[in-house]
């Protein structure tokens, strides 16, 4: 059941993802984009990935893509007839780019990874039931990794107040 | 089919078929409860003439708008236009799949005529799905609900669903962050994000109301605002924005986000009624904790479904109560106030947490209380100082008294 649904999926995303570079419409390019993010919430689901796939859903779909359309709705670019879209050059350049990055995951395919990075078939839903989705992330999120966490959260700390300083001239 | 596989679909088919009547039947029944109850506080009658008390107008307003003339804007985009009443019921109606109404049944084995044996072995747990995510499930799918406002106010291509849609994503995104984290300190207590498993420790405890009251004051607060209810309903604001996001609908496309709403509402209550008063648990006793059986199932449904009702009977009492935030008002509450105030109550809740634990203090009904005695000084600071004491004593006092 799993390898149909993972085509199902996989094929949303990919025609979504299509659609979003194609449109003219800056919203409908944001709807598509939202669509594609859903699909791979329903691979991670397939892959027992339930935690990603829900931040997935919750993050990227439910707030980061809600500012975008938000923006893009508070400059009014939904409705132009002209577009930013790239000419003659930027086309092939892009599609002899896409032809590579496609050779290149043919070839990923083929690679088989390092010891360490293979589990066995049902790890993740035996942990799953052991720890909760949750503890399964956290555990070694806040455990082994806790360095790096705090480094990344300082680094998106960092960020904000950079938008800060950037938005508000007075402070 | 093997009988195993008959056994689930047969009851997987009845528990959809439960849950889903339970929300729309719900729909119906509160928005009668809701034009019943505001009568009520205005001392008027409300709808009495369709049915026994009125209970059916809901059901003769559906058939109405059914019969009603869609309309189309000149300039709206077609299929934005569309979508965005489907976008926001669908997520309405999706969220109640992973509350569980009930204690669980026991299985069955029996041959029937035709369909020929049926199994289902093991107790049947009486949610349509038990997700590992649990709750992290509902946030996720009626976060995805603010995209029907969004595009219903875009689409329409009028300036007042326009604002209402701005306001309706701005004033959405905001309070699910402090919705999300009221339910963090709710996390550090069951230890994970299963529903069953945070009715499982109240059942062992006490209910979440007393060891978690300022992070329920903080959930039942920010859903008022996901909900788009009074005295949150800035993205429909009748009195500055016609209808807000909504105005440009009619007929069956209008009635798509009136349900939806109504919905959300229910979810809402299922939500509150789960994680901070105990969901099916009956209080005072250890009897429906028992194994499965029949008896336990009814009573234990009846006993979610009064507490679903007492919540939703409140936000109507509330909605006709309040009046209306400004929406500077609304953004510095959620951002000035509720994100710090969560913030905080984390930090003071895992730190009790720690406390306790590392003493070696049992989680039990002692844990709990110790737990809301740590909670009610906050409560008594947010309420009577942050307040002014307009909450615990109304603004009587405050009434200056003029001398004749």
């Known amino acids: 059941m799993t390898l149909p649904l993972f085509w199902v999926f996989g094929g949303i995303a990919i025609l979504s993802g299509f659609m979003c570079i194609t449109r003219r419409s800056p919203v409908a390019s944001a709807l598509w984009l939202i ?18 796939a829900v931040i997935q859903v919750l993050v990227y779909a439910g707030a980061i893509m809600v500012i975008f359309l938000f923006v893009i709705m508070l400059l009014n670019l939904g409705r132009t007839k002209t577009t930013d879209m790239v000419g003659r050059p930027g086309q092939i350049t892009s599609l002899v780019l896409g032809t590579l990055m496609t050779l290149e995951l043919f070839v990923l395919n083929k690679v088989i990874p390092a010891e360490q990075f293979r589990l066995p078939e049902g790890t993740m839903a035996t942990m799953t039931d052991e720890m ?5 992330i956290a555990e070694p999120l806040f455990r ?16 904000v107040v950079g938008a800060v300083v950037l938005a508000k001239r007075k402070i | 089919m093997t009988p195993e596989l008959k056994g689930f679909l047969l009851v997987a088919s009845l528990k959809i078929l439960v849950a889903f009547s339970l929300v729309n039947v719900g729909v119906i029944m509160v928005i009668w409860a809701e034009r019943r109850v505001s009568a009520f506080l205005q001392d008027r009658l409300g709808p009495n003439r369709v049915g026994p008390l009125g209970l059916l107008q809901s059901l003769a307003d559906g058939v109405k708008n059914f019969t009603k003339e869609e309309t189309y804007p000149a300039e709206a985009d077609p299929v934005v236009f569309v979508l965005a009443p489907v976008l926001s019921f669908i997520p309405a109606m999706l969220a109640a799949a992973v509350i569980p109404f009930g ?25 349509i799905a038990d997700l590992p995510i649990g709750f992290l499930f509902i946030l996720a799918i009626t976060s995805l609900g603010v995209y029907g406002i969004v595009m219903a106010g875009w689409s329409s291509n009028n300036k007042y669903a326009f604002l209402g849609s701005l306001r309706g994503s701005a004033q959405m995104v905001s309070y699910e962050i402090a919705m999300g984290m009221g339910l963090v ?51 429909e604001t009748e009195s500055e924005l016609v209808t807000g996001f909504h105005t440009e609908y009619s007929s069956m496309k209008f009635s798509m ?8 509402m229910i979810t809402a209550s299922a939500m509150m009624a789960t994680l901070f008063f105990g969901g099916w ?43 209306r935030f400004r929406f500077d008002q609304l953004m510095q509450l959620g951002w000035k106030f509720m994100i710090p105030l969560a913030l905080g109550y984390i930090m003071l809740i895992a730190t009790t947490v720690w406390v306790l634990d590392t003493r070696g203090v049992e989680f039990g009904i002692v844990y709990s209380l110790i737990l809301f005695a740590v909670n009610l000084p906050l409560t008594y600071v947010l309420f009577s100082i ?12 405050k009434r200056v008294k003029v001398s004749a």
């Open chain 1, 35 to 52: 669509q594609t993010m859903f699909s791979l919430a329903g691979i991670y689901v397939l892959l027992d990935a339930q935690f990603i």
């Open chain 1, 132 to 136: 909760g989705a949750v503890g399964m």
């Open chain 1, 144 to 159: 082994g990794y806790i360095v790096p966490f705090e480094i990344t959260s300082v680094l998106l700390l960092a960020a």
């Open chain 2, 103 to 127: 204690s669980p049944l026991p299985g069955f084995d029996m041959t029937l005529p035709i369909i020929g044996q049926i199994v289902y072995s093991g107790e049947i747990p009486m949610m």
């Open chain 2, 185 to 235: 300190a709710l996390m550090i207590l069951v230890g994970n994000v299963t529903l069953t498993e945070a009715i499982a420790r109240q059942q062992e405890s006490t209910w979440f109301i007393f060891p978690l009251f300022i992070g329920f004051f903080l959930f039942a607060v920010s859903s008022l605002a996901e909900t788009n209810r009074l005295p949150f309903d800035l993205p």
């Open chain 2, 257 to 264: 986000f009136f349900m939806a709403e109504y919905a959300n």
């Open chain 2, 281 to 323: 648990d009956i209080p005072f006793t250890t009897w429906d904790e028992g194994p499965a059986s029949y008896l336990r199932f009814f009573a234990t449904f009846g006993v979610f479904l009064a507490k679903t009702w007492m919540f939703m009977l409140t936000f109507i009492w509330i909605r006709w109560t309040l009046p």
């Open chain 2, 386 to 397: 942050l307040d002014r004491g307009k909450v615990l004593g109304g603004s009587q006092h």
